[in-house]
């Protein structure tokens, strides 16, 4: 039985493009055969995807997203992926880790929320499949955020996890949206069948912004494990596809006038043997890829995080990126100093395997780290305020949300008594400071601080952010007294008058086997 599925609810018309006079109609070349479907033990073939209408776009300016469920970036190498070699090298292809539970599993609902509208899941609300909780009327994915925009840029996605469509993680406003059964009709053929129409949109019509799905990789992940080698076959599958996607684009009539920028991202990594939703590194191992216009090629950034497609997508479009998402451009970096700090690997962390870098109690130029009320011993590593990352800091110790740091990117600094008391040391309590740089604040009535703060408390620590004018007394300006986690702090400082200089610093004490406070990307304006 052939079986093919488009929602027409889930197409808008508008203007179709008609195809140069120039150039024949790929509508009307002979389509590659689609894959065949099994079904008792008889191959049938899926019928073609009709073409759906798509508006003709307004701008020169396109961009093309292709996420990839299930694909854990270290897997990329081994494969046979030529494109998507390509495309790294060509490009940016920043790393990172997810968040797990309580925040939200490492499944695709939540990862590709995650992705879609380019918020964590703490403001999303998608936590699992379910996608009870979601919050898609704040928080629209970046094609209906286009169209909130300006309707007149032409959207397109076809995807064939259909409950992207219907749970309306990529919503009704886009113009044409193609969904597809993966789960119903077997993911290999229903990827075919996204890349087919894909190809033919994107050569014959004239989307400003697409996104394409595919999902074959997280199945042969759920079927063989990340380690095998039917998951480098599908990863070398998808990656054909990639390249059939990329080369509808160059046969453009207008290609040689157009900017064109490439997103590949995924939702969540695999383990070894199989399999995610739970907090291990390999379950966490995400991915944002960008080629394009101004974007950097080989560049290897640790602050992309998985919030950052929207903006990779108004970037490509020459559009300022939105407000009220936790997404930045993917083609500039934070500037924020701690990214300059030299990592070792590990000491007192045998856990942690020794290949890993990730601490380092050298502050980078112009701040300081007060450690002289430490007592002596504690695990070195965390021995006052350091300087680690996502994977060396929640290797250290699992699912004590220390994977929720989210809003912290790249090399944050850290103080971890929960950590530091589990090796013996002299009687006392975690005390350390961390001491910014002098900040100018001649002539202003107030500033505002900035900071990524992630704080865990219990029992007796203490956490206060102090200022000092001109190296006068400390003022607290912030005491920290119950958890917050994975927050952006806005504080409102007042300048005395004639002040000229301003130092932050953040105070962890009367802590032993406590929690932990973490500080990133501190900004005075």
């Known amino acids: 039985m052939q079986r093919w599925r488009i929602l027409p609810a889930l197409v808008a018309a508008a203007v179709s493009v008609p195809a140069p006079a120039a150039v024949a109609d790929p509508v009307a070349d002979p389509a590659p055969a689609p894959e065949g479907k099994v079904l008792n033990g008889v191959t049938t073939l899926a019928a073609p995807v009709p073409v759906p209408d798509v508006p003709n776009g307004i701008s020169a300016d396109k961009v093309l997203v292709i996420g990839l469920d299930g694909l854990r970036h270290d897997r990329i190498a081994p494969a046979d992926a030529p494109n998507l070699d390509a495309l790294i090298s060509g490009g940016t292809f920043g790393t990172s880790l997810l968040y797990t539970s309580p925040m939200a599993a490492t499944s695709s609902g939540p990862g590709w929320s995650t992705i879609a509208t380019s918020v964590w899941p703490d403001l999303h609300g998608v936590k699992d499949n379910t996608f009870a909780g979601k919050h898609y009327d704040q928080y629209p994915d970046f094609l209906t955020r286009l169209e909130n925009t300006n309707a007149a840029y032409s959207t397109y996605a076809a995807l064939d996890w259909k409950p992207l469509a219907d749970q309306g993680t990529f919503g009704p406003r886009i113009d044409a949206r193609v969904a597809l059964d993966g789960d119903a009709d077997g993911y290999p053929a229903e990827d075919e069948r996204v890349t087919q129409v894909s190809e033919t949109v994107l050569r014959t019509r004239n989307p400003d912004a697409s996104f394409v799905y595919l999902g074959a990789i997280d199945i042969a992940g759920h079927g063989s494990g990340a380690g095998s080698a039917a998951y480098l076959t599908a990863i070398?599958?998808?990656?054909?596809r990639i390249g059939r996607l990329l080369a509808a684009v160059r046969a453009r009539p207008s290609y040689a006038s157009e900017r064109w920028t490439?997103?590949?991202?995924?939702?969540?990594?695999?383990t070894d043997a199989g399999g995610h939703g739970g907090s291990s590194i390999e379950e966490r191992r995400t991915f944002v890829l960008a080629s394009g216009p101004g974007i950097a090629a080989g560049a290897r950034p640790a602050d992309t995080r998985l919030v950052d497609v929207t903006a990779a997508v108004f970037t490509g479009l020459r559009l300022a990126v939105p407000g009220g998402i936790d997404g930045r451009r993917v083609d500039t970096r934070t500037g924020d100093p701690?990214?300059?700090?030299t990592l070792s690997g590990r000491t007192d962390e045998t856990g942690i395997p020794a290949g890993v870098l990730g601490y380092s109690h050298t502050p980078p130029s112009g701040w300081s780290a007060d450690a002289s009320r430490m007592p002596s011993g504690g695990v070195q590593e965390w021995r006052g305020w350091a300087f680690t990352t996502d994977e060396f800091w929640s290797r250290a110790a699992r699912d004590q949300q220390r994977e929720l740091n989210v809003r912290s990117r790249g090399?944050?600094?850290v103080a971890d008594s929960d950590e530091w008391d589990d090796k013996s040391h002299e009687t006392g309590t975690f005390d350390s400071t961390l001491v910014s740089p002098a900040y100018t604040v001649?002539?202003?009535?107030s500033v505002t601080l900035a900071y990524a703060t992630h704080y865990r408390v219990d029992g007796a620590q203490k956490a206060q952010v102090l200022v000092s004018f001109d190296g006068g007394a400390d003022t607290l300006v912030k005491n920290y007294t119950a958890d917050a986690i994975a927050r952006n702090e806005s504080l409102r400082v007042t300048v005395p008058a004639g002040a000229t200089s301003m130092r932050v610093k953040f105070h962890y004490f009367d802590a032993t086997n406590n929690w932990y406070w973490a500080?990133?990307?501190l900004r005075v304006s």
């Open 262 to 270: 490439v997103v590949v991202a995924t939702d969540h990594g695999h």
């Open 338 to 341: 701690f990214e300059g700090v």
């Open 236 to 240: 070398h599958d998808a990656d054909a």
């Open 442 to 445: 001649t002539g202003r009535a």
């Open 519 to 521: 500080v990133d990307d």
């Open 411 to 413: 090399i944050f600094a």
